[in-house]
């Protein structure tokens, strides 16, 4: 199992950016999938972004455009630039990768975003 371990978040207002990181306790270089999720007060934990070991991306609609979903393999680091942050963008944000069948979760970072 890999812990990990996110950092970066804080109070921002509408408008500005964060850079959240995700510290894996592992090598990350032969991990595939690896995640950001959110979750607001009261709703589903949801998807935001993903990353590949090649490097391919996706994201979530609602963040298409703003926010950017990096890793760094030497650093066992996965990154999330949050661009131009919305109101809407308020939640605790946690870091995931799939190991085989094992999921792994960070214990989360708060972000909160002042309209």
């Known amino acids: 199992q890999v812990q990990l371990v996110e950092s970066g978040g804080g109070l921002v207002q509408a408008g500005g950016s964060l850079r959240l990181a995700c510290a894996a306790s592992r090598s990350i270089f032969s991990i595939n999938a690896m995640a950001w999720y959110c979750q607001a007060p009261g709703k589903q934990r949801e998807l935001v972004a993903t990353i590949s070991s090649g490097g391919s991306t996706n994201y979530a609609d609602s963040v298409k455009g703003r926010f950017t979903i990096s890793r760094d393999n030497a650093k066992k680091t996965v990154y999330l630039q949050m661009n131009n942050l919305k109101a809407e963008d308020t939640a605790v944000y946690y870091c995931?990768?799939?190991?085989?069948?094992?999921?792994?979760w960070g214990q989360g970072t708060q972000v909160t975003v002042s309209s």
């Open positions: 995931n990768v799939i190991v085989g069948s094992v999921a792994s």
